[in-house]
């Protein structure tokens, strides 16, 4: 049978003032611990079958002498029943938190996944379009709900109304609603199926995306009027103008072009390196730049204290909508980002150059991942011809027919 201390007096465990281990007699085990900053708590050492295990019962004084011997006698009663109160507490802890997680919100959970991965998102307009689809379409019906309690029939209410009329929302809308579920219930605050899976599931509920709108293209200048086009832009003025022109000869993303910056550019060099932060597929990417690209920059007038090529009138880069609204005014048909159609449609139908040269100017990914992972060159001098060669086309005389598409929408 263990040996019992002599019991001390509550005054005399309140004078104590040395760290370490005392036994406080009346039950056999029951200690008080003094760490060396002076705190004071209470340990049960105690044999759990085969292994000796401390306790912990408080904190003294707020656990007193009195309750601490009676929570230890407790114990005892219990290993001596069979029962280990380590396991029971554990238990017990598991089922609270259990229960906790239960109550999350899908709201809560929204919140959580888009904060662990804000370095991932493209750009804030990006983390914005996520905040609002979820505001607009999912909170009202999911928000507040407990995350473990959304329903298949939860996920139709809220896409069935939209699929049909806004099918690329909603569609995106589902991926989003199927991530955070996803997300939840590696998280432990769901479990089984995810009722926002598109194979296999809400497949079987609603229409394929694919058969219920056709994709919608940027609209592009047909590459017959190109020559015309370019050569007009060449007399307007502006900075709107300037970053138009440059993102043509380049066939640039607009926002690759209007957030281009001067430490970007080695004009000597003649290459523009977009760096992979600003790249959709988040990868470095070289612009030989032509004669007229060149030229363009030469005769760019400088902001001071300002990084930007194209700058605003205070200093930042310049909206989306700029290239857009000059655009409308010159009444074309067209958006900014259909130059890169056009680009691609002159590689393909005017020149020889192979398609994958095309499509590394266009900077998107080699589809084929064997062939990707094997090449480590990005064909500069290559592409430099290939863009002086666009380069002439653009400012090459443009010729007038009457089998050429206007440019111009008809009145």
């Not at 759990?48 to 006698?73: C, M, N």
């Not at 080695?266 to 060149?294: C, F, I, N, Q, Y």
């Not at 592409?383 to 380069?391: I, T, V």
Request: charge should be positive; aromatic fraction near 6%.
């Amino acid at each position: 049978m263990p040996k019992v201390a002599k019991e001390l007096s509550p005054l005399a465990l309140k004078n104590i003032n040395q760290p370490g281990l005392y036994a406080a007699g009346g039950v056999a085990g029951l200690h008080l611990q003094v760490s060396p900053s002076l705190a004071k708590s209470w340990i049960m050492r105690i044999s759990i079958g085969s292994k000796r295990r401390d306790v912990g019962l408080g904190g003294f004084p707020s656990v007193p002498l009195t309750q601490a011997r009676e929570k230890g006698r407790q114990l005892r009663e219990q290993v001596a029943a069979g029962i280990d109160p380590l396991a029971m507490r554990k238990e017990a802890r598991l089922a609270l938190e259990s229960r906790q997680a239960a109550l999350v919100t899908f709201e809560k959970c929204a919140e959580r996944y888009m904060m662990a991965k804000a370095g991932e998102w493209k750009n804030a307009k990006h983390h914005q379009q996520w905040v609002n689809t979820l505001k607009v379409y999912a909170y009202p019906v999911i928000g507040k709900l407990p995350v473990s309690e959304i329903t298949l029939a939860h996920i139709t209410k809220i896409l069935e109304p939209i699929w049909t009329t806004k099918t690329e929302t909603a569609s995106r809308l589902r991926g989003r609603i199927e991530t955070i579920l996803d997300w939840s219930m590696v998280h432990g605050y769901r479990t089984g199926e995810n009722p926002a899976r598109w194979r296999g599931h809400l497949d079987k509920v609603l229409p394929t995306p694919g058969r219920l709108q056709s994709v919608k293209h940027h609209k592009a200048l047909p590459l017959e009027n190109m020559p015309e086009f370019f050569q007009e832009l060449q007399q307007k003025e502006g900075t709107g103008a300037k970053a138009l022109l440059f993102t043509i000869l380049t066939a640039a993303r607009t926002s690759e072009a209007l957030l281009a910056t001067w430490d970007e550019v080695d004009l000597r060099e003649g290459v523009w390196t977009v760096p992979a932060v600003r790249m959709k597929a988040k990868r470095e990417h070289r612009v030989p730049l032509s004669p007229a690209a060149l030229q363009l920059l030469s005769e760019l007038p400088r902001m001071k204290d300002c990084k930007f090529l194209f700058p605003s009138s205070r200093g930042k880069n310049l909206s989306n909508m700029v290239m857009l609204t000059l655009m409308r005014r010159m009444a074309v048909d067209a958006v900014p980002h259909g130059f890169r159609s056009t680009f691609r449609d002159w590689c393909g139908e005017r020149t020889n150059y192979p398609r994958d040269l095309a499509e590394m100017a266009l900077a998107h990914m080699i589809e084929n991942k064997v062939e990707a992972a094997y090449r480590r060159g990005d064909m500069l001098e290559k592409r430099r011809q290939l863009m002086r060669e666009w380069d002439s086309f653009l400012t090459s005389p443009a010729i007038k027919s009457a089998e050429i598409v206007p440019i111009r929408k008809q009145a």
